[in-house]
T-cell receptor, first 109, second 116 residues
């Protein structure tokens, strides 16, 4: 079983839609969780950290479910510019984080 | 700008060439990383340095040779590469072991390598 699993997609949604991605992790000792965004042919950039109580940043909401070992990212009112690959990142006992393979989002007019 | 600079941005080399990729971070971080990302594939961790010591070598072929002279600089020396080594090579830095699990990585823009 892979340490961090994501549905690769692509998720194809119209502008204005709400879309959610899940990511599961296998290490129950994991302590830190992040979502990164990677545009085509560019480097990954931190989108947001994920806190135990859930957190929101504008149109983006991240949640953590420790019991089921998954994190989620909800994007409301999708924009064309949200089209990208969203990478789930999990930090376990080591300081070296583990990246998921990413979920591709395509927002169309 | 993330504070992590990679050069060159693009590199074309023959299989018999020797070249080096350079990464420099201006964030005061203690850990630096090399990743490989092939087309439409996930990130592959190659090497990790923490306080200038190599702590991870993810079964990378010896034709890739990393060097970390100090906490701010990281090199990847390349020799006798194969066409399948063509990929985007990304450097990242972070606080490393000093930050524990809350270890956010910042990436450079990458070097796009083509091996002919």
């Amino acid at each position: 079983r892979k340490e961090v699993e994501q549905d690769p997609g692509p998720f194809n949604v119209p502008e204005g839609a709400t879309v959610a991605f899940n990511c599961t992790y296998s290490n129950s000792a994991s302590q830190s969780f992040f979502w990164y965004r990677q545009d085509c042919r560019k480097e990954p950039k931190l989108l947001m950290s994920v806190y135990s109580s859930g957190n929101e940043d504008g149109r983006f909401t991240a949640q953590l479910n420790r019991a089921s070992q998954y994190i989620s990212l909800l994007i409301r009112d999708s924009k064309l510019s949200d089209s990208a690959t969203y990478l789930c990142v999990v930090g376990g006992g080591s300081y070296i984080p583990t990246f998921g393979r990413g979920t591709s989002l395509i927002v169309h007019p | 700008e993330t504070g992590v600079t990679q050069t060159p941005r693009h590199l074309v080399m023959g299989m018999t060439n020797k070249k080096s990729l350079k990464c420099e971070q201006h964030l005061g971080h203690n850990a630096m990383y090399w990743y490989k990302q092939s087309a439409k594939k996930p990130l592959e961790l190659m090497f990790v340095y923490n306080f200038k010591e190599q702590t991870e070598n993810n079964s990378v072929p010896s034709r890739f040779s990393p060097e970390c002279p100090n906490s701010s600089h990281l090199f990847l020396h390349l020799h006798t590469l194969q066409p399948e080594d063509s990929a985007l090579y990304l450097c990242a830095s972070s606080q490393g072991s000093a930050s524990g699990a809350k270890n956010i990585q910042y990436f450079g823009a990458g070097t796009r390598l083509s091996v002919l």
